[in-house]
């Protein structure tokens, strides 16, 4: 006799809640924004939730010479600043006892004797059993230092010992083909690609996720979801901050490698692909790497009018930024994905800071009617084209918009949504990316991570943009006031196509 398990919507199913293995994570770079913002807020509700026990701790590595407590005091005043949920006093009683921190430059390889020290004296203490997450939260130009380091030191043992050393990277991955190659073959020198986890938050949130279990885990979307029905996709990443203190940052990065060459292309890859052949971390990577290797390459007499930049009116005044500093904040592309499914449809591609509304989806407009059978003839046009739109944050959720007729005694047709709400449908906030990907390195899923060959191939499809635009940057920027939509420059690109960008 079976036993089926019935529950009810809503409720985690009892067999989703992962355990992370026992195993120590230890971050580089532990004096830093992204781990007191993100990290450790992350590893604390993996606590809170249960999903790192007993056999668990978390090292800081930084140059700066902090105390262990110095250390766990900035963690808990980072949890109480970014955490989603409150701190607890029993769940923070739990943790900080696991929390150690060890001082060093990178470039010392007593720095990683005392770091193995301190991670053998936690498996004695904590039984973490030897296993090992390491997370790269630096800039790239110290990846190097710190793999050789962790490889000298014998912290990295091959694939397939009884114990695990798994590494995590954080974007930005290269700059460039060239230097994420360089990056790739840097690091293959001390990992495995199974001992691999190029980071993309964007994959680690919930409706990232979702984006497969719409597709695959419902049937009436799959026979709609190809050329024949869909007229084009826009997925538009509109944030309303501009760059704050990361002027630096940005003045060498841009619009095109901070969000388009990654977050983007991930999102489209998801929306794009075949069904891949089962749920496993290479099948579904080797489906999204058919659509990178399928997009349209840009070239250098197409790129111009292709690719709109834009850059925001008081760009040039935020701090270390150059007072004629050409770094796009927007972008608007359209791209095309050569493949069967989706020969002619393009998606059109927006990200942009200083927007009107921060927004981030996906949004599938279907075909026109062909022919209106209410009122008369050019009715049609009026009609509006079912829009099924995935609305990736805030207001996770999923609208899908119909026409409908109007009560009364004629036949007027008029737009409806169906909206389905996260917060509805599930209560509460989704959990942060970072908590899903930290467990999902914990437990050797590289599914939500970015593999080798996926990295190059979309590095080798920017790459002509990058060109064009370093060649012959742009002359109207700044372009667009804070606030709106981006540059004209933009409306024209969409309207070109007779069509409209969808601002929510
Ligand atoms: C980061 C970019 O990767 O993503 C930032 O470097 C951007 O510039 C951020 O603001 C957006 O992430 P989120 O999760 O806020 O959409």
Redesign the pocket.
């Known amino acids: 006799m079976t036993t089926r398990i019935e529950v009810p919507i809503g409720l985690p199913h009892p067999q989703q809640q992962p355990e992370a293995p026992p195993c120590i994570t230890v971050v580089f770079g532990a004096t830093g924004d992204l781990t007191r913002r993100k990290l450790m807020p992350a590893l604390y509700n993996l606590a809170a939730g249960g999903h790192v026990r007993d056999r668990f701790a978390a090292v800081g590595c930084a140059r700066r010479p902090w105390t262990r407590e110095e250390f766990a005091a900035q963690v808990k005043a980072g949890v109480s600043e970014f955490s989603r949920n409150e701190l607890e006093p029993r769940v923070w009683e739990w943790l900080e006892p696991r929390l150690d921190y060890v001082s060093g430059d990178f470039k010392d390889p007593a720095t990683f004797q005392r770091l193995k020290a301190a991670l053998e004296e936690l498996d004695e203490k904590l039984g973490t059993a030897g296993n090992r997450l390491f997370y790269l939260a630096v800039s790239p130009d110290e990846f190097g230092t710190i793999l050789r380091g962790l490889r000298d030191a014998g912290l990295i043992v091959a694939p397939g010992a009884p114990t695990f050393s798994r590494v995590i990277v954080e974007?930005p991955f290269g700059r460039s083909l060239e230097t994420a190659r360089q990056l790739n073959g840097l690091v293959a020198e001390v990992l495995d690609e199974s001992q691999t986890f190029r980071i993309d938050?964007?994959l680690g949130k919930e409706t990232v996720q979702n984006i497969m279990v719409f597709r695959f885990a419902n049937s009436m979307f799959e026979p709609l979801w190809n050329r024949k029905y869909i007229d084009h996709v826009q997925i538009t990443?509109a944030?309303t901050?501009g760059v704050g203190s990361?002027g630096k940052f940005y003045e060498s990065t841009g619009v095109l490698r901070?969000?388009v060459q990654n977050?983007l292309l991930e999102v489209l890859t998801l929306c794009a692909m075949e069904p891949p052949n089962s749920g496993d971390a290479d099948d579904v990577r080797g489906e999204k790497l058919k659509v990178l290797q399928a997009l349209r390459m840009p070239w250098a007499d197409t790129v111009p009018n292709d690719v709109v930049l834009g850059q925001y009116r008081g760009y040039r005044d935020e701090p270390d930024v150059a007072p004629d500093s050409v770094a796009p904040t927007f972008v608007a592309l359209p791209v095309y994905v050569d493949n069967w499914r989706w020969q002619g449809v393009p998606f059109y591609l927006r990200a942009g800071k200083k927007m009107a509304r921060r927004v981030?989806e996906v949004a599938f407009h279907m075909q026109p009617i062909p022919l209106s059978l209410f009122g008369n003839g050019d009715l049609c046009e009026h009609v509006e084209p079912n829009v099924l739109t995935l609305r990736i944050?805030p207001e996770e959720g999923i609208t899908l918009s119909f026409s409908s007729k109007m009560p009364g005694h004629d036949f007027t047709v008029t737009p409806v949504v169906m909206d389905m709400k996260y917060t509805e449908a599930f209560g509460g906030e989704p959990p942060e990316?970072y908590e899903r990907l930290l467990l999902d390195a914990m437990r050797g899923d590289a599914t939500l991570f970015s593999r080798r060959d996926a990295v190059e191939t979309s590095w080798q499809w920017i790459q002509p943009i990058l060109d064009y635009w370093d060649s012959h940057p742009p002359r109207d920027l700044p372009n667009y006031d804070p606030g709106s939509w981006g540059p004209e420059a933009a409306d024209r690109l969409i309207q070109r196509d007779r069509r409209q960008w969808r601002n929510p």
Do not use: G, M, N
Request: proline share 0%; charged share 30%; hydrophobic share 30%.
């Open positions: 974007k938050h964007y990443a944030e901050v990361r901070d969000i977050h981030t944050q990316a």
